[in-house]
């Protein structure tokens, strides 16, 4: 009767375990390192997260291009579009009050949980409710993500499950091109 017992307190423990998936934060100084599929190109990229002042800004860096590329508060909350810059325009890059960068606006997640479905760059994404099979693991641990799929093409994203930062962990299948796919997070 101990054996079962234990069996089954294992298993409880090692389910929980198992189910357990990482949210990662996002903090002043936070590195976010990618792997970039550009236009047939892979190139590693970092960025370093600035939060101050109700804005967010990511210091890039590239293959020798550094710049910094800030949201306004109100792209943060409500932003509408995606900004697919690279860094390489100028060393500091304000973005459009619309425009978010690596991450959809705070108002777009909210759409997501409350109808399963967002706008972004006037395009309907909608959640898969299907088993995530290729989800974003770092370290071994699993990403909590939310994953959709565009509805005039196949682009597919993984948007981290973090209402006040909702980081895009991975795209796949972007006509422009570019796809990336989140690798290490140090907090």
């Not at 590195?31 to 939060?51: D, I, M, N, P, S």
């Not at 800030?70 to 060393?91: C, D, H, I, R």
């Amino acid at each position: 009767m101990k054996n079962i017992i234990l069996v089954i307190l294992f298993c409880t423990v090692y389910k929980t375990g198992i189910a357990q998936n990482y949210i990662p934060t996002l903090k002043n100084n936070t590195e976010l390192h990618y792997v970039c599929k550009l236009h047939g190109q892979t190139r590693t990229l970092q960025l370093t997260a600035e939060t101050a002042d109700n804005a967010l800004a990511f210091k890039l860096e590239t293959r020798g291009v550094k710049s910094k590329i800030v949201m306004l508060p109100e792209a943060v909350k409500n932003g509408n579009t995606l900004s697919f810059n690279q860094g390489e325009y100028a060393p500091v890059l304000n973005l459009k009050p619309t425009e978010t960068f690596f991450m959809i606006s705070q108002s777009a997640y909210q759409d997501l949980v409350k109808n399963n479905s967002f706008v972004y760059n006037n395009t309907t994404y909608v959640l898969d409710k299907n088993e995530d099979k290729n989800g974003v693991s770092i370290d071994g641990r699993w990403i909590d993500a939310l994953h959709v799929t565009a509805q005039i093409d196949e682009t597919e994203m993984w948007i981290v499950k973090n209402p006040e930062y909702p980081l895009i962990c991975k795209v796949t299948k972007n006509p422009l091109g570019i796809n990336f796919t989140l690798v290490k997070v140090t907090e």
